[in-house]
């Protein structure tokens, strides 16, 4: 299985960017994004699983992630850019199904991109 992200770059704040996230060698209906800041620890985006979807509170109504079963993608857009969004993306997804409170842990994930570069300047 391999995942590939794409859709970083270097945006100004208040400006939006589409991160794709593709995945080969087999389906998979739960989705995530998460994301690392220099210096900190990564950190829970949006994940999303057959209708449900959920968000870091630091997104919502910003960030919105969805999928795409047939082309076995997820993507997240991301409007409202501030600096503090800054920080390399990366997607994520799992094979067994665990309960909707572990979806937020990076370790629930056994499937990880290679990261995307995001860069929001003030």
């Known amino acids: 299985v391999q995942l590939q992200a794409s859709g970083g770059g270097l945006v100004q704040a208040g400006d939006s960017l589409r991160l794709s996230c593709a995945a080969s060698?087999?389906?998979?209906?739960?989705w995530a994004w998460f994301r690392q800041a220099p210096g900190k620890e990564r950190e829970f985006v949006a994940v999303v699983r057959a209708s449900e979807k959920s968000y870091a509170g630091s997104v919502k109504g910003r960030f919105t992630i969805s999928r795409d079963n047939a082309k076995n993608t997820v993507a997240l857009q991301m409007n409202g850019l501030n600096p503090e969004d800054t920080g390399t993306y990366f997607c994520a997804t799992k094979v067994n199904r665990v309960i909707s409170s572990a979806l937020p842990f990076w370790t629930s994930y056994d499937y990880w991109g290679q990261g995307t570069l995001v860069t929001v300047s003030s």
């Open positions: 060698g087999r389906t998979f209906t739960t």
